[in-house]
Antibody, heavy 117, light 108 residues
Framework: VQLVESGGGVVQAGGSRRLSCAAS????????FHWVRQVPGKGLEWLAL????????SLRGSVIGRFTVSRDTFKKTVYLQMAGLRLEDTAIYFC???????????WGQGTLVSVSS | SYVLTQPPSVSVAPGKTATITCGGN??????VHWYQHHPGQAPVSLIY???DRPSGIPERISGSNSDNTATLTITRVEAGDEADYYC???????????FGGGTKLTVL
């Protein structure tokens, strides 16, 4: 099982960025996918979840209106679209997967997003 | 929203026992998960549905949960256990997930 994030980089404040999470070696339809970030020097912060059929979609309150999640079942890829980026959004963004309310069994290595002024 | 409170740091000598707590309102009725995170790597699930362990996690790592505190216990601590540890629960009311603030375990 592998989750591979991509799309990180340097972006100016106010800009947009789309992160991707490609899943392999797993039954895509069995899992719920999450985005979690870690701001430098801080702890893990859950951002969003999305089920493969999109019946479950939820976002952290502080990013509602700026971040959205979507998926491409054919590509087995989940996306985090971020807009109106702020300096405080600078973080490593991880993709993770779980079943139901179980623990996040699988994690990617993360992709770094740096927001510059 | 639900809040989980962890001590920022815990220090323990090699071979001793480390105890990391996670406080939450009536957390004893919640399904608590624990993760180990070495900086620069992906987090790893240690305990799920407290106190179950994923395959590959040694028995010296255990979890318990009662009243307002969940506890992660690591016995016979090794240098490789030095990492950040996070507790986590699912907030049913908002269909969102909550992490504790994390505890940095230092092996002296």
């Amino acid at each position: 099982v592998q989750l591979v994030e991509s799309g990180g980089g340097v972006v100016q404040a106010g800009g947009s960025r789309r992160l991707s999470c490609a899943a392999s070696g797993m039954a895509f339809n069995d899992y719920i996918f999450h985005w979690v970030r870690q701001v430098p020097g801080k702890g893990l912060e859950w951002l969003a979840l999305l089920s493969f059929d999109e019946t479950r979609k939820s976002l952290r309150g502080s990013v509602i209106g700026r971040f959205t999640v979507s998926r491409d079942t054919f590509k087995k890829t989940v996306y985090l679209q971020m807009a109106g980026l702020r300096l405080e959004d600078t973080a490593i963004y991880f993709c993770a997967a779980n079943r139901g309310d179980g623990s996040f069994d699988f994690w990617g290595q993360g992709t770094l997003v740096s927001v510059s002024s | 929203s639900y809040v989980l409170t962890q001590p920022p740091s815990v220090s323990v000598a090699p071979g001793k026992t480390a105890t990391i707590t996670c406080g939450g309102n009536n957390i004893g009725v919640e399904s608590v998960h624990w993760y180990q995170h070495h900086p620069g790597q992906a987090p790893v699930s240690l305990i799920y549905y407290n106190p179950d362990r994923p395959s590959g996690i040694p028995e010296r790592i255990s979890g318990s949960n009662s009243d307002n505190t969940a506890t992660l216990t690591i016995t016979r601590v090794e240098a490789g256990d030095e990492a950040d540890y996070y507790c986590q629960v699912w907030d049913l009311n908002t269909d969102s997930w909550v992490f504790g603030g994390g505890t940095k375990l230092t092996v002296l």
